[in-house]
């Protein structure tokens, strides 16, 4: 069920929904999220049914503005404020130590919870008028099912959960990549996940140098190893590799163990396969690159294909959000 979010009478119904209980997909800067009130755990638990999410795995709760953020959050270190100040409302969650006796649900059952404030406008349309309804936030992870590609259009939404589930439509989504997350809950800010915002605009704002992530780091949404995989097998090559790869499959299809053919798609930015292969240009520009990465796949994985070479991209640190969700869609 498609809602205009460009009318407001609209957006309220939707906001309705969410304050009384129900699931609303909606669009983000980032990619759709499948929202419910995050301070209602039987509401919450809907998100974990549609999607097949663990329910220990936890979702972002997004919020209108840093003040709601207060909520949700038993203090806000002085990292996590600049980092708010500088980047919200922006592809940027912060995960803080939870305030007691909300939202244990949406943070998987942890003492710490990742909070955001988005840009986009229907989004905010949403928070402004939950909020006026007594919601504090939104609970929302990506709106597909759970470790499958992430939607950034309204199609993407329904092909996942089908007409039934009602969805704002924003649009497509303008980064097309989830947020960056970095957890300020243990007095140093450490990158859990990597988005469009590079470590060094990151680290510019906190005044400290980032660190890697350690074997007792909270969970954190999309972060697992294996995540945003598509149906078909993806790998992940060089440059080099994947040429010589295509110029050992020639000229005909590759050969399958069984009576038929494998089918394979070609995801790349230098490489063209030979005409006969299902082929996606990749731009070269990481910021278009990240725009169009889950729609692309989506596209290839729709055809029917079996594997999805993709060409590896830069190791420039522009590129990290699309390298870290090409490495986990490829660990599946």
């Not at 499958?148 to 989504?173: K, N, Q, W, Y």
């Not at 697992?224 to 995989?229: T, W």
Request: glycine share 8%.
């Amino acid at each position: 069920m498609t809602i205009l979010g460009n009318d407001s009478a609209a957006v309220e119904r939707a906001a309705q929904l969410i304050a009384g209980g129900g699931l609303v997909a909606f669009p983000t800067e980032t990619v759709y999220g499948l929202g419910a009130r995050a301070d209602d755990d039987s509401a919450v638990a809907k998100i974990f049914a549609a999607k097949g999410r663990p329910a220990d795995h936890p979702l972002i709760v997004h919020v209108e503005s840093a003040a709601q953020a207060r909520v949700f959050a038993s203090e806000l270190p002085a990292v996590a404020e600049r980092l708010m100040a500088a980047h919200w409302p922006g592809p940027l969650t912060v995960i803080v130590t939870r305030a007691p006796q909300i939202a244990a649900a949406a943070a998987g059952g942890q003492g710490t919870i990742g909070l955001r404030c988005p840009s986009h406008p229907v989004a905010r349309a949403l928070l402004a008028q939950t909020l006026a309804l007594g919601v504090p936030g939104i609970a929302a992870p990506s709106a597909n099912r759970f470790g499958r590609i992430s939607a950034t259009s309204v199609a993407h939404v329904i092909d996942e959960f089908g007409d039934e589930m009602p969805v704002l439509d924003g649009g497509d989504c303008e980064i097309g990549i989830e947020s960056s997350i970095v957890d300020c809950s243990r007095g140093h800010p450490v990158l859990l996940r990597p988005g469009v915002l590079t470590r060094a605009q990151i680290e510019a704002v906190a005044g400290v140098r980032l660190t890697e992530p350690q074997a007792d780091a909270p969970r954190a949404s999309g972060t697992l190893e294996a995540h945003y995989a598509p149906r078909a097998k993806l790998r992940v090559m060089s440059t080099a590799m994947l040429r010589s790869a295509l110029e050992v499959l020639g000229e005909t299809p590759l050969p399958s163990r069984r009576a038929s053919t494998l089918k394979l798609a070609v995801y790349s930015r230098t490489v063209l396969p030979k005409p006969h292969l299902r082929h996606r240009a990749m731009p070269e520009n990481p910021a278009q690159a990240a725009h169009e990465l889950f729609a692309a796949l989506r596209e290839l994985d729709n055809a029917g294909v079996d594997l999805i070479w993709v060409e590896a991209p830069p190791d420039g640190p522009e590129w990290e959000g699309v390298r870290d969700r090409l490495q986990r869609a490829a660990a599946v």
